[in-house]
């Protein structure tokens, strides 16, 4: 338990379909990231937020959009998904205090789109 | 943008054997975490090494910096099926906010 949880586990979703990921820490960070991995490929960085400001875009396609409505929450709402899209989407917190970047990972969502 | 290579990509031991992990850059990092995940979980964070040339010792895992903060080593000693896993390092980059940089990992696999 690193006290980042999301929600769901695992989504199958068509490719017309519209739905969001969740993600909540309970560990007072004042920054929140959304990342992919997939197979046999480095974590990509799609998102970052700062104190509730997005500071981070990582050139990600319009159909992946974030949510920040607080410090302890962050969403990736998604539509019009492509099979590609389909990997591990993590969530991770940090405290941005200017000493270190230590992140703690939730435990991800799998999402499959067909 | 930094990059960090990661080698090897694969290794399978048996129990009770020593194995290292290595994580290579041409650019120089302000920190560099180690994480470990499970199949089906998300990362979990070994260590952060901050000074270079600096070595952490976490049980039979031993870390350490390179002396110009641009590679990293994992060294466990006595591999236990336990260790089985996915091993990420991941590097800070310097004046980038504290963006992380991954490399893409080595798995793992300790056969008792």
């Known amino acids: 338990e690193t006290g980042v949880t999301q929600t769901p586990r695992h989504l199958v979703m068509g490719m017309t379909n519209k739905k969001s990921l969740k993600c909540e820490q309970h560990?007072?960070?004042?920054?929140m990231y959304w990342y992919k991995q997939s197979a046999k490929k480095p974590l990509e960085l799609m998102f970052v937020?700062?104190?509730?400001?997005?500071?981070e875009n990582n050139s990600v396609p319009s159909r992946f959009s974030p949510e920040c409505p607080n410090s302890s929450h962050l969403f990736l709402h998604l539509h019009t998904l492509q099979p590609e899209d389909s990997a591990l989407y993590l969530c991770?917190?940090?405290?941005?205090?200017?000493?270190?970047?230590?992140?703690?990972f939730g435990p991800g969502t799998r999402l499959t789109v067909l | 943008t930094q990059l960090l290579e990661q080698s090897p990509q694969f290794l399978s031991i048996q129990e009770g054997e020593n194995l290292t992990v290595y994580c290579n850059s041409s650019?120089?990092?302000?920190?560099l975490q180690w994480y470990r995940q499970e199949p089906g979980e998300g990362p979990v964070l070994l260590v952060t090494?901050?000074?270079?040339?600096e070595v952490k010792k976490l049980k039979r895992l031993t870390f350490q910096f390179g002396d110009a903060r641009k590679d990293s080593s994992l060294h466990i000693t006595a591999a236990q099926p336990g260790d089985t896993g996915l091993y990420l390092c991941?590097?800070?980059?310097?004046?980038?906010?504290?963006?992380?940089?991954f490399g893409q990992g080595t798995e793992l696999s300790v056969k008792p």
């Open positions: 090494v901050v000074t270079g040339g």
């Open positions: 991941a590097g800070e980059e310097n004046n980038q906010g504290g963006k992380l940089i």
């Open positions: 991770a917190s940090s405290q941005d205090d200017g000493s270190g970047n230590e992140q703690f």
């Open positions: 560990l007072g960070h004042n920054a």
């Open positions: 937020y700062s104190l509730e400001e997005r500071v």
């Open positions: 650019s120089v990092f302000s920190s």
